[in-house]
């Protein structure tokens, strides 16, 4: 049986609508994507909210960082008005409207979570989140990601048996060794070094992922090549590619 390259919606379905909102990951699930990927952060009053940056400026009519806001102040900002054309009402959701979404949408796949603690200290969200997971006790499978491998390691004392994933531009000797060491179970790397790898580093890989891959030339090396998975904002290419390359069935 060939292994099937997954498709992770990067941020929902970012190419259509605002990224990591309510909108974006609904348009995403439309084409099936393997898994739905999106972030975390936290307010000043303690919520874990669902946005990619540290600040909202990037994506909403607010400017700051989301650390330095409380909950009340981060939904009174639009979240659609960045996007052409823009959408009414959309705000950034918390990380309990998120999990009630994908409760309501019977959501069936893989969440790709990442938290977001690469550049701003959030002490103790690894426990919020995986506490907040389980409240909902969901059927679908989490995986947690992290450019900071001290959250992946305090994920793995938290929760032995967690998927988890190392974010790296490239898998350096010693990423190799804390994987296999047992803090994390994959690698994703950065498609744009990836590319400029040897042949060696295309093989079908059971724990390399690569991201963003958006451009089409390198979304057909990645299907024939066989990687695990590749991160991606354009959910409908690469479904329609994957098709052509590999056949229909999911991994």
Same mark, same amino acid.
């Given at each position: 049986?060939?292994? !099937? #390259?997954?498709?992770?919606?990067?941020?929902?379905?970012?190419?259509?609508?605002?990224?990591?909102?309510? @909108?974006?990951?609904?348009?995403?699930?439309?084409?099936?994507?393997?898994?739905?990927?999106?972030?975390?952060?936290?307010?000043?009053?303690?919520?874990?909210?669902?946005?990619?940056?540290?600040?909202?400026?990037?994506?909403?009519?607010?400017?700051?960082?989301?650390?330095?806001?409380?909950?009340?102040?981060?939904?009174?900002?639009?979240?659609?008005?960045?996007?052409? @054309?823009?959408?009414?009402?959309?705000?950034? @959701?918390?990380?309990? &409207?998120?999990?009630?979404?994908?409760?309501?949408?019977?959501?069936?796949? #893989?969440?790709?979570? &990442? =938290?977001?603690?690469?550049?701003?200290? +959030?002490?103790?969200?690894?426990?919020?989140?995986?506490?907040? =997971?389980? /409240?909902?006790?969901?059927?679908?499978?989490? *995986?947690?990601?992290?450019?900071?491998?001290?959250?992946? !390691?305090?994920?793995?004392?938290?929760?032995?048996?967690?998927?988890?994933?190392?974010?790296?531009?490239?898998?350096?000797?010693?990423?190799?060794?804390?994987?296999?060491?047992?803090?994390?179970? +994959?690698?994703?790397?950065?498609?744009?070094? *990836?590319?400029? !790898?040897?042949?060696?580093?295309?093989? @079908?890989?059971?724990?390399?992922?690569?991201? #963003?891959?958006?451009? &089409?030339?390198?979304?057909?090396?990645?299907?024939?090549?066989?990687?695990?998975?590749?991160? /991606?904002?354009?959910?409908?290419?690469?479904? !329609?590619?994957?098709?052509?390359?590999?056949?229909?069935?999911?991994?």
């Amino acid at each position: 049986m060939t292994i !099937k #390259t997954q498709i992770i919606a990067h941020r929902g379905y970012r190419a259509v609508a605002p990224e990591n909102t309510l @909108p974006a990951f609904e348009a995403a699930l439309a084409y099936q994507p393997d898994m739905l990927e999106m972030d975390v952060h936290r307010t000043l009053d303690g919520h874990l909210v669902v946005i990619h940056d540290e600040k909202v400026d990037r994506t909403t009519n607010g400017t700051g960082f989301v650390k330095d806001m409380t909950l009340a102040e981060i939904k009174s900002l639009d979240a659609g008005i960045y996007k052409e @054309p823009k959408m009414v009402g959309v705000t950034i @959701p918390t990380f309990d &409207e998120f999990l009630t979404f994908l409760r309501a949408q019977k959501f069936d796949q #893989t969440l790709m979570l &990442e =938290i977001k603690t690469d550049h701003v200290s +959030y002490p103790g969200i690894e426990k919020e989140i995986l506490d907040k =997971i389980d /409240t909902y006790q969901p059927e679908y499978h989490v *995986l947690y990601q992290s450019f900071n491998l001290n959250s992946l !390691k305090i994920v793995r004392q938290l929760q032995p048996k967690a998927d988890i994933a190392a974010l790296v531009y490239w898998a350096t000797p010693s990423v190799y060794w804390l994987k296999w060491r047992g803090v994390f179970d +994959y690698i994703h790397s950065d498609i744009r070094i *990836l590319k400029n !790898k040897p042949r060696i580093f295309w093989r @079908p890989n059971v724990h390399m992922r690569t991201w #963003t891959v958006d451009n &089409e030339a390198d979304m057909r090396r990645v299907f024939k090549a066989g990687l695990r998975g590749m991160i /991606t904002n354009k959910v409908a290419l690469a479904t !329609k590619i994957r098709r052509e390359i590999q056949g229909d069935e999911h991994d």
